[in-house]
């Protein structure tokens, strides 16, 4: 499924092949979690911001439609019109995140839904049943996150879960995938690591799952509440325990700055809610680094985001023009942001793939770690 192409240092350039078709890594993944992008961004938009992997989420679409209703109706790439890979979050993120009140045990978690407060009891077999209802190509396995930093004793204890459920996972999974009316009899299952700011967690972890010979292994429960170095500390840590030949899947990260780092450490996937979340606030990302388009001085500016984007929005319209519509709370404004923003991601991308490729990386990282993250 996974091959490596070409190797720099730590970094790692390869491709991932699915049945829904091949990624070129290393790769961002588009977010929608709902199955759309937020900023009115349609499959068909996908394809002209260079997406070529969407993720969308467990939880959330367990809820609305409900993923009985979405097998149904033929699975996630039926449904949505997405025909490239379709990753899906387990929803152990949320749990974590939105469930004001949580019980943990061994067999699962019974939370509260943040949309109408009915009691949801999820286990790891649920988790898998619900993607395998998706259809998605990869399916993420059912983890516990715990907030950075946490207790030691509760982590260690945490991470042990994680792994004991992770087992569950990939039995059911294996039980779904050869029953006759699964929708991706394909599916592939990623695993996590878990273990919080400790090292020695993190490495028990890893050693215990790479045994159980996934897909895919992720580094999960990192962009929690830790620093940025102690997060670049747990990915080199972790890093020579992961399987060699296997995508390694950074979740949940970050920043343009935050994924050159982790390239240059050997990770191959990330997703982040960020540049559709900053963009619907008019914070954009260029190759200059970040621009607040809502600023004054671009009211008049009949330039366009960033001069060296070839993006839709960059080749027809000025930052007067976006500012105008930001300014209005007109939807477009924001639908054009996230446009360029994804573009932009995904175009950091295919250069850190092409500088890879040329052998000419760790001059690419070392130039641009140090400007993507300033703001304009």
Same mark, same amino acid.
């Given at each position: +499924?996974? @091959? ?7 970094? =790692? =350039? ?20 709902? $199955? $759309? ?9 996908? %394809? ?22 979405? %097998? ?8 949505? @019109?997405?025909?490239? #890979?379709? &990753? ?9 995140? &939105? ?19 009915? @009691?949801?009891?999820?286990? #790891?077999?649920?988790? +898998?049943?619900?993607?395998?209802? *998706? ?7 059912? /983890? ?11 982590? %260690? ?6 792994? =004991?459920?992770?087992?569950?996972? @990939?039995?059911? +999974? ?13 599916? *592939? ?17 890893? %050693? ?5 010979? &996934? ?28 399987? /060699? ?5 950074? +979740? ?22 960020? #540049? ?24 008049? /500016? ?9 993006? #839709? ?9 976006? =500012? ?53």
């Amino acid at each position: +499924m996974f @091959k490596i192409i070409k190797k720099q240092g730590q970094s =790692r =350039r390869g491709e991932i092949n699915t049945v829904h078709g091949t990624v070129q890594t290393p790769a961002f993944m588009n977010v929608a979690t709902c $199955a $759309a992008i937020k900023g009115a961004l349609s499959a068909y938009d996908l %394809k002209k911001v260079k997406c070529q992997i969407m993720l969308s989420n467990t939880y959330h679409l367990h809820l609305r439609p409900g993923d009985e209703n979405v %097998k149904a109706l033929g699975g996630l790439h039926k449904f949505t @019109k997405w025909q490239g #890979p379709i &990753l899906t979050d387990s929803g152990g993120f949320q749990v974590f995140s &939105l469930a004001k009140l949580r019980n943990i045990s061994e067999d699962g978690v019974v939370f509260n839904s943040h949309i109408d407060g009915h @009691k949801i009891f999820m286990t #790891p077999e649920t988790s +898998m049943r619900i993607q395998s209802n *998706l259809g998605s190509t990869i399916a993420m396995a059912f /983890d516990e996150c715990v907030e950075n930093p946490s207790p030691y004793d509760y982590t %260690k204890n945490s991470a042990k879960l994680t792994a =004991r459920w992770l087992k569950r996972c @990939k039995d059911e +999974m294996n039980r779904l995938n050869s029953l006759e009316d699964t929708i991706n009899k394909n599916q *592939l299952l990623f695993g996590i690591n878990q273990g919080g700011i400790y090292k020695d967690l993190r490495v028990d972890n890893m %050693k215990e799952i790479a045994e159980l010979d &996934l897909a895919g292994y992720a580094i999960g429960g990192l962009a929690v509440g830790e620093e940025t170095e102690v997060m670049y500390d747990i990915i080199e840590t972790v890093i020579p325990f992961m399987p /060699d030949n296997k995508p390694r899947y950074l +979740m949940g990260v970050g920043t343009p700055v935050n994924i050159l780092e982790a390239v240059y450490r050997g990770v191959d996937m990330f997703d982040c809610v960020m #540049p559709s979340r900053n963009a619907r606030h008019g914070h954009l990302f260029t190759w200059s680094g970040i621009r607040n388009i809502k600023n004054a001085k671009y009211e008049l /500016d009949e330039s366009p985001i960033d001069e060296s984007c070839d993006c #839709p929005v960059c080749q027809n319209y000025s930052r007067a023009y976006i =500012r105008h519509l930001m300014k209005a709370n007109e939807m477009l404004g924001m639908r054009f942001c996230v446009m360029h923003n994804l573009h932009f991601y995904n175009t950091l991308m295919e250069r850190i793939r092409e500088e890879l490729d040329n052998d000419n990386f760790v001059r690419f990282y070392e130039r641009y770690r140090g400007i993507l993250g300033n703001r304009i």
